[in-house]
């Protein structure tokens, strides 16, 4: 196939899909009403909403500083890539596996975590979840993981692209009106792979970090299946609505942390450590979450084999 | 000009899908309004944590609860769930007030994700009333209501 050029501008691809999520929404919407099978909160509904609605209007700003950096670094790119279909298969590969470490990292370390808990605050899980965005993503520097793909020399159009196709298809999975999807389980990320990442329940923490391919979490030993009905939210769920507080608790903390941490690298590691580090170790993390369930669950294993 | 316009829309249509919730009927409320239920609110934040004793508000929205570590638990009704918070005591902010016949008890931490509980209880427990800072006159008025 020849080379061809970028087929549309990939700033308004979310725009043309909006009308399509507030169909779907409200198809969810009366679909839990009359069938159940889900659940909705319109105070919950509302904050999502209006982080979605900020994270578009911050967006008008962020999305040009991404744009910055992605041709500034597309400069010195090391090969001239087309469009052509073996680059578009690639390109979705690799943007899917950026979106993967991306997404990872955001759990991982603070300074990310800080703008992207904000998906994660809801205590529910329908579509007006999937819009419940950071406004702080692009002053964390988040696109310095799809940097190195404009670096190769993908076009930045195409790596934009392949990022709102990503977007666009990780808004259907925040519903609990699907269950298991078959042989797609293995492949794609679902609905019902995705609830696991949503949930709270200590054998959830830290998986299921796809964005459109599951194969990155089977590979890099991240996958969970679901078995258990999830707990949505946090492990410190918040107690407020205004989006304000919504968007910016995180960071308040950190600044509180930093502003009393006794030295650089206390400082540091509030700023860089996992979620829920402190420097006496009094706080919890999620990985010690877990641990603590694993050693519970150990210790009821043991006490069932020993011998009376 | 036309972003202006499409974030406008966007609002609209935030305001259109919030209502239509609200009309489906998708108003639940939590509420607390025993200590059996603030002890399962604590036990998906910390499952090891045993309530001593807890001042509900009359109206189910928050409570108060000491825990037999000395901790305390700030349990407050977000919608039609809980959110917690478990916190040594020097970290909470303890105001209490007379109002009328009852006490008014406002508690903070400091947590921009967590702005605080209000409690309106008959009477406040000697345990909360020990935890105000700076004991105004009305504090030992509410307490003995």
């Known amino acids: 196939m020849s080379a061809m050029p970028a087929p549309f501008d990939p700033d308004l691809i979310i725009t043309y899909a909006v009308p399509g999520f507030v169909l779907l929404i409200l198809i969810e919407m009366i679909w839990i009403k009359t069938r159940g099978g889900g659940r909705y909160q319109a105070l919950d509904s509302a904050t999502s909403l209006s982080m979605g609605l900020g994270n578009q209007a911050v967006g008008l700003v962020g999305a040009g500083i991404v744009a910055a950096a992605y041709y500034a670094v597309h400069q010195v790119r090391l090969f001239d890539i087309p469009w052509a279909w073996w680059s578009l298969v690639a390109c979705f590969l690799l943007e899917d596996l950026a979106y993967y470490w991306f997404h990872r990292i955001s759990h991982e370390r603070r300074w990310f975590w800080a703008s992207h808990v904000i998906h994660h605050t809801s205590q529910h899980y329908n579509l007006t979840t999937a819009l419940r965005q950071t406004w702080t993503g692009a002053l964390t520097g988040a696109f310095v993981f799809w940097l190195p793909l404009v670096w190769i020399g993908f076009p930045p159009e195409m790596v934009l692209m392949f990022s709102a196709f990503s977007l666009i298809y990780q808004f259907w999975i925040h519903t609990e009106l699907i269950g298991r999807m078959g042989p797609l389980e293995w492949v794609l990320n679902t609905p019902s792979h995705h609830r696991v990442h949503h949930a709270t329940n200590p054998k959830y923490l830290d998986a299921n970090y796809a964005g459109v391919l599951i194969i990155w979490d089977r590979l890099f030993g991240t996958f969970v299946r679901e078995e258990e009905r999830p707990t949505y939210g946090i492990l410190a769920n918040l107690g407020a609505f205004n989006p304000l507080r919504v968007a910016f608790h995180e960071w308040a903390a950190i600044a509180r942390d930093v502003a009393g941490a006794k030295s650089l690298r206390d400082a540091a590691g509030y700023l860089f450590g996992p979620p829920g580090w402190s420097p006496d170790g009094s706080r919890k993390t999620s990985a010690a979450v877990k641990a603590a369930w694993r050693a519970e669950l150990d210790a009821a294993a043991n006490r069932t084999t020993s011998p009376a | ?145």
């Open chain 2, 1 to 145: 000009m036309n972003d202006a316009l499409v974030l406008a829309g966007s609002a609209l249509v935030v305001v259109v899908l919030v209502a239509i919730a609200a009309l489906l009927g998708f108003r639940d409320r939590a509420r607390l309004t025993s200590r059996a239920d603030v002890a399962e609110a604590l036990a998906a934040t910390d499952r090891a944590a045993s309530i001593l004793d807890a001042a509900i508000d009359r109206e189910g929205r928050a409570a108060i609860a000491m825990l037999s570590d000395g901790r305390l638990a700030l349990a407050k009704a977000m919608a039609d769930h809980v959110a917690v918070r478990v916190i040594a005591p020097g970290a909470v902010r303890v105001r209490i007030r007379a109002r009328g016949e009852a006490a008014l008890v406002r508690a903070g931490v400091a947590d921009v994700g967590f702005p605080g509980i209000t409690l309106h209880l008959v009477r406040a427990p000697d345990w909360l009333s020990a935890m105000v800072q700076e004991p105004r006159k009305d504090v030992r008025h509410a307490s003995a209501v």
